[in-house]
């Protein structure tokens, strides 16, 4: 497989996967990782990357800075080009609670004492706003299903009194993409709120695009821990263009860029990205996202490529799965779910998801659960006959299963 771009994804489909040699450090040629939804291997070049970091501090040392700040700039331009975006500026924080928590210190919480949500958010979103509640912040958590209606409902819920609304446009439990949240946005600016979309399911799995779904006025969170292959301590707030709020909760990089005019005896905000900087970090998890980005780019891994590739590599186990007849009552899958309305991972419905995935585990097969939910994620440096040796292995386990109770 050549540096140029990827014309054939049928030679990721082959044994060996030809993807496969740039993860070697990670052998995942050896090994049945399926956990591609919450942890892709990274590929070799993010070693190389970190080991820069390194370097650079033990060559300049606190002259690294300049080289790390151009780190970081390329981590912006990377998520903005995976949203599709060219009106917001990115922040960058080492994790997406880091972000929330500025973005709800910035909301007129005492005017607008409301907060919209859904019942699939992932723990981020769900134990803050819950914590919120506690505090007798009203939070509405409107129900996923039926999810092709979810916005819909969402919209509704947005009155006079919502200072914001916060949901997935792919719901971290089973994958199932939320359509139309262009509408809750018109709901939110009729009304005033402020809107905030996590997209962490959607970024490099689904592509995504801010204008065509008429988001321009949103904040989206998401990082790259998951389908970009950065690792950790690489997330993201995208702000809205000429956005004017005040985070309560910032850093003093605020104060990097020029600072607006503030009225005496306030705190000045820096522009764009700087509105909710945080503090000094530890910029090696940008130079690995540099590099891992620069890799995806060269090889034309574009979202729209890995969005086929993940579709086929979903709709494998699918046919496997179904394949297997296993009893129902032991592990099922959501047949009224379209493949196209997936994201990056198979969602199957077990009592026993907890001990399925123990025994697949010391089977060699890498998966996780959720509840009573097991999450099989493909990734696409896996070939074909390592996703059918994993649903081979799913059989074996579940075959010994007895329904509980």
């Not at 956005?243 to 020029?258: D, H, I, K, N, Q």
């Amino acid at each position: 497989m050549s540096d140029q771009l990827v014309s054939d994804p049928s030679a990721l489909y082959q044994a060996p996967n030809a993807l496969a040699r740039f993860y070697s450090r990670f052998a995942v040629d050896q090994r049945l990782l399926l956990t591609g939804h919450s942890h892709q291997a990274w590929p070799d070049i993010a070693f190389d990357g970190q080991g820069e970091a390194w370097l650079d501090a033990a060559e300049l040392v606190d002259a690294k800075w300049d080289r790390a700040f151009a780190k970081a700039d390329r981590v912006r331009s990377g998520f903005a080009q995976l949203l599709n975006d060219s009106s917001g500026a990115i922040t960058l924080a080492p994790n997406t609670h880091d972000l929330l928590v500025r973005f709800l210190s910035a909301l007129p919480l005492r005017e607008r004492p409301k907060l919209v949500t859904t019942t699939g958010e992932f723990h981020t979103i769900r134990r803050q706003l819950g914590r919120l509640a506690e505090e007798r912040i009203e939070v509405e958590a409107v129900p996923c299903d039926p999810v092709p209606q979810l916005a819909d409902r969402l919209a509704a819920s947005v009155d006079d009194r919502t200072a914001a609304v916060l949901a997935s446009s792919v719901l971290f439990g089973d994958a199932r993409i939320v359509p139309a949240l262009g509408e809750v946005a018109k709901a939110c600016q009729k009304h005033g709120a402020e809107l905030l979309v996590d997209t962490y399911h959607s970024l490099n799995a689904v592509p995504f695009s801010v204008a065509g779904e008429g988001l321009e006025q949103a904040f989206i969170v998401g990082g790259g821990y998951k389908y970009c292959q950065l690792g950790e301590g690489n997330c993201f707030l995208r702000v809205p263009p000429h956005c004017t709020l005040r985070p309560v909760v910032t850093g003093w990089y605020s104060e990097f860029a020029e600072l607006a005019q503030a009225p005496a005896g306030q705190v000045a905000y820096g522009q764009g990205h700087a509105r909710f900087a945080g503090a000094t970090y530890d910029p090696a998890s940008n130079y690995r996202a540099a590099a891992v980005l620069d890799f995806f780019a060269e090889r034309g891994l574009s979202p729209e490529f890995l969005r086929m590739v993940s579709q086929h590599q979903i709709g494998l186990l699918v046919r496997r799965f179904d394949a297997l007849d296993l009893d129902p009552k032991i592990v099922a899958r959501d047949q009224a779910v379209s493949l196209e309305d997936l994201g990056g991972f198979l969602a199957l419905r077990s009592p026993c998801a907890g001990a399925l995935q123990d025994g697949l585990a010391k089977g060699g097969v890498s998966t996780d659960y959720r509840d009573q939910t097991l999450r099989l994620g493909p990734a696409p440096y896996l070939c074909d006959a390592q996703l059918e040796a994993a649903m081979d292995r799913l059989g074996e386990v579940a075959r010994t299963m007895k329904e509980p109770g």
